[in-house]
């Protein structure tokens, strides 16, 4: 794992605030409306909930990373070692290079990464429910683990490019990384997130975004042709 992986994966997620604010901002909406009223009177009341529901998600995206990274390391388990580093790396170079092309806008065949996840989702869809209303910082956490199981394919994308990190540890750092990335468009919806989504909305800005995360993945290609 190296420190350009997470950077890049830092980048998809602050990058891909377009994305996270008109999927995602329904659900801080509404969850923010479903609070004890005496949570809704300042935003430093609100704020510690905002932080518990993005906290359990981040969470939920760094286990799954772990889990990812797991599969990535039994590659590596039951094929000759060479090989294996050679596929690990090809994999994260091609979904480097995908994620680059679907943040600038030029190709969206990520959204069906999506379809993979719908089952899943129905099954854990009911313990979120089940968590509502909340009332304490404790289910905000539930919630939000909950919450990152959503079908969504940027996040299943790079779960998918995390399988390329090998190893359990590695999987959850490039999880966390993007986590952390997506962590100012939605927990400062309200204050901050609307200059964050202007920002992102911007042709120029989501372009720059797809170029650079382009970038990463055709130079790990060039690496790769060279070894």
């Known amino acids: 794992m190296t420190t350009g992986s997470l950077a890049a994966a830092f980048l998809v997620g602050l990058l891909g605030g377009v994305h996270c604010v008109g999927m995602c901002g329904g659900i801080v909406g509404t969850l923010t409306a479903g609070l004890p009223g005496n949570a809704r009177t300042s935003l430093a ?23 990812m990274g797991t599969l990535g390391a039994l590659m590596v388990e039951i094929m000759p070692l060479q090989y294996a580093q050679r596929a690990l790396y090809g994999l994260a170079a091609v979904f480097m290079i995908a994620l680059g092309l679907y943040l600038g806008g030029w190709w969206r065949g990520l959204d069906r990464v999506e379809l993979a996840g ?32 959503i079908p969504c394919g940027l996040v299943y994308s790079v779960l998918i490019w995390a399988v390329s990190a090998g190893s359990a540890l590695h999987g959850a750092a490039l999880m966390l990384a993007f986590g952390l990335g997506t962590l100012p468009n939605l927990l400062v919806m309200g204050m901050l997130a609307g200059a964050a989504a202007r920002l992102t909305d911007q042709v120029w800005a989501r372009r720059a975004a797809g170029l650079l995360v382009t970038g990463f993945g055709l130079y790990a290609l060039w690496q790769l042709l060279l070894t």
């Open 118 to 149: 719908a089952r899943l989702w129905r099954l854990l869809e009911p313990l979120g429910r089940r968590l509502l209303p909340i009332a304490s910082a404790v289910q905000a956490i539930g919630l939000g683990l909950v919450w990152a199981w």
């Open 45 to 67: 009341r609100i704020f510690p909930y905002q932080l518990a529901y993005n906290g359990g998600r981040i969470a939920g995206y760094t286990l799954a990373g772990a889990l």
